[in-house]
């Protein structure tokens, strides 16, 4: 299953991942959109994202969250959580979690060819910080934290795929 999307072998293909799939992976899936639209790469490069537990499958993310990126210019609200399934490992070329326990269990549904393809998010540049703090339980300050790693940390990784797959503004 390659949920809506269809893939093209030459389109880069981008995977956030976090435990809900309401909370940070859609915060980092629409700013990362947003940025690649604002870069003219849609044809390009490819986001989603996707959550390893299953509570929340085919919930819109978490108000809070919603209301905290519009305030950014992040529009999310479509967006609906879905749960990690076994082919996004051959499918996504970067499967990026928001903490080590995303990863932990990244690591062990992932077949052993596909395991380079897993990361910590933050890897690309987090002010100090190497995971995303879950905000779920937070006040608001938790949102506005979340979103500051992943303004950055999206900026950072997008620049490293434009380098590392020779991508100009326009393309390739
Ligand atoms: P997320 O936040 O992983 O950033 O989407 C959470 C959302 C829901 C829960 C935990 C974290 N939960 O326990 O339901």
Redesign the pocket.
């Known amino acids: 299953m390659t949920g809506k999307y269809q893939f093209s072998p030459s389109i880069i293909r981008v995977l956030m991942v976090?435990?809900?799939?309401?909370?940070?992976?859609?915060?980092a899936h629409g700013i990362l959109e947003k940025q690649i639209n604002n870069n003219n790469l849609k044809n390009y490069i490819y986001v989603d994202s996707a959550?390893t537990?299953d509570?929340?499958i085919g919930e819109s993310?978490?108000k809070r969250?919603v209301e905290a990126a519009a305030e950014r210019g992040f529009q999310i609200a479509n967006y609906r959580?879905r749960q990690v399934c076994s082919s996004d490992f051959k499918d996504y070329d970067y499967i990026l979690a928001?903490d080590y326990a995303?990863l932990r269990d990244l690591k062990k549904q992932c077949p052993a060819a596909y395991k380079r393809k897993l990361q910590l998010l933050l890897d690309y540049g987090g002010g100090g910080h190497d995971t995303?703090p879950?905000?779920?339980?937070s006040g608001d300050k938790g949102f506005e934290l979340?979103l500051d790693l992943l303004e950055e940390s999206c900026t950072r990784l997008l620049q490293h795929i434009k380098e590392r797959h020779s991508l100009g503004e326009y393309g390739r």
């Open positions: 976090c435990l809900g799939n309401i909370c940070r992976s859609p915060t959550g537990g509570w929340h993310p978490d969250a959580a928001m995303n995303v879950d905000p779920y339980y979340v």
